[in-house]
C-alpha cells in the first residue's frame, strides 16, 4: 500500500502535470494507487494523494462486493449540470471528517485509458460526485477549498480535532457537524 499524503501536505495544493499518453510506467502506479484504494475503503484516489503530481485518479463507486475500477488518465471535465446539490464527501486525505459539498449531479469527463485509448463518459449520482471530487485534486483542491466558506470554519476545526484523536485514512467516522 502506498503512503497517503494527509492535509495540510502543501503538496495537495499543487496543479498535478498531464500525464504522457500511453506512457508504460502508469500502469504500475495506478495499480498501487488501486489497491491503496481498496485497502483504506475509498471509492476513488487520486495520484496526489500517494505524492506523485501526475494526472492520474482510479474509481470504482460500483457495488462493494465487486471490483470494477475505472482508471483515467488525464481526466478533464467537459461540462457538470443540474441544480447544485449538497451532500456530504469523505477524502482519504482528510482522514476522520466528512464535508458537505455543493455540486451539479451531472459530469461529463473526457480521459484516457492505460491503453491509451479516448473515452468520454456522464455520470451522476455517487461517480458524477466522485469524478468531480478527485479531479479537484489534480487542480490543487481538497475538502476545504471546494466548501462553502462557513463549512469551510466547521470542517477545519472537525479536522483539526479528528487529527488529535489520531484518524486515519480510510475513517470517516467521527462526525463533528452538531458541535460547529
Ligand atoms: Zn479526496
Redesign the pocket.
Known sequence: MLKIITSPDPLLNQVSEPCQIGDKSLKKLAKQMERTMYATDGVGIAAP?VGVLKRLIVVDCGPEDERNPMHMVNPEILDTWGDPEEAEEG???CPGIQVVISRKPWARVKYYDLKGEEWVIESDGLLGRCLQ?EID?LDGK?LFESASPRERIRALKAYEEARRAGAKPGEVSIDHRGRA
Open positions: 494523494q477524502c482519504l486525505s471530487h485534486h481538497t
